[in-house]
């Protein structure tokens, strides 16, 4: 058994850390303003740290599930941050959004100081993250991957390895342009539906026995139904981070993102129109308010 030590207990974070125990792990969590309330991780036997170094001193393996790229370089490289801490042999497993290319910069460091580094983002909601069913994906060493596989099978049940450290990351920014923004068009078209007088019902029936079908349509059916926005829980701020970071990445490789571009740049006046922290279905009625207040 490893010592775990997890930086980032918000609504993804909570799911893993509670599953982790739940298979008996030793687990010890950064106490931060942003996390999810520890009652019950701390009743399942969890313990806490006030400071990443200190977390990293006693802990085999380090576990980050924080917001993005900003987040992973302070918890890493801050004064009192994870590689001030770090004992050599120690395993970082970054299972946060990021830029690939600040991943292979921070990996690199850990390497140099006597760690090891893999990057493992999620796909999948906080019920799938509760429920230990998320999808990982991981770029890395295919040994190292192979020695931490029964923790990650702990809080996942599709377990991918990507290729080198960077790829997971990658691949994670891959499936969030193509899942976000297939739920940005049928925001916008949804809204163009009820702007037109077109029933909502009867969008969602036509889309779902044709080419519109699948997940993002699912995600947003109870909206379309009955206004309840639960189905896909993602706020628009983290929607336009990971759309941002995609850009970026698409810029970094000399790769097109005209769609791209134009689903950033929807979210991002989406968050100044609106409130940042709305969830991604919310985005349709925005966008029918926009509209109706300019005519």
């Known amino acids: ?3 775990i030590g997890m930086i980032g207990i918000g609504m993804m974070g909570h799911g893993i850390a509670s599953n982790l125990l739940k298979h008996g792990q030793s687990l010890t969590v950064l106490e931060h303003p942003g996390n999810q309330p520890l ?4 009743a ?6 006030k400071t990443p170094q ?3 001193a006693q802990s085999d393996v380090i576990i980050l599930c924080v917001t993005g790229t900003p987040q992973v370089e302070a918890v890493l490289l801050s004064e009192d941050g994870v590689l001030k801490g770090m004992r050599p042999g120690t395993i970082v497993i970054d299972c946060s959004t990021a830029v690939p290319a600040s991943t292979e910069k921070v990996a690199a460091m850990v390497i140099a100081q006597g760690g090891q580094f893999l990057d493992s983002p999620m796909t999948r909601t906080p019920k799938e993250a509760a429920e230990g069913r ?3 994906l991981v770029g890395g ?10 923790i990650l099978s702990c809080f996942a049940e599709n377990i991918v390895h990507t290729g080198p450290i960077g790829s997971g990351h990658r691949m994670k920014l891959l499936h969030n342009y193509v899942s976000l923004g297939t739920v940005t068009l049928l925001a916008e078209a949804a809204a163009c539906a009820q702007l037109s007088g077109v029933d909502a019902n009867t969008f969602v ?3 779902s026995k044709g080419g519109g079908w699948g997940a993002a349509l699912d995600r947003l059916k109870p909206t379309l139904a009955t206004g309840d926005t639960s189905g896909l829980r993602f706020s628009m701020s983290n929607a336009l ?5 995609y850009n970026q990445m698409a810029i970094d490789t000399h790769a097109d993102h005209t769609v791209a571009q134009a689903v950033k740049n929807t979210l991002d006046a989406a968050c100044k129109e609106g409130d940042p922290n709305a969830l991604v279905p919310e985005l349709i009625g925005l966008l029918v308010k926009r509209q109706t207040a300019c005519t």
Do not use: I
Request: hydrophobic share 50%; with cysteine.
């Open 44 to 49: 399942a036997g969890a313990r806490t740290c």
């Open 205 to 207: 029936e036509v889309l």
């Open 134 to 136: 998320l999808n990982l």
């Open 1 to 3: 058994m490893k010592t």
């Open 141 to 150: 060493d295919a040994a190292l991957f192979e020695t931490c596989k029964p």
């Open 39 to 42: 009652d019950a991780l701390l």
């Open 54 to 56: 200190a977390l990293a």
């Open 241 to 245: 981070k990971d759309l941002s970071y």
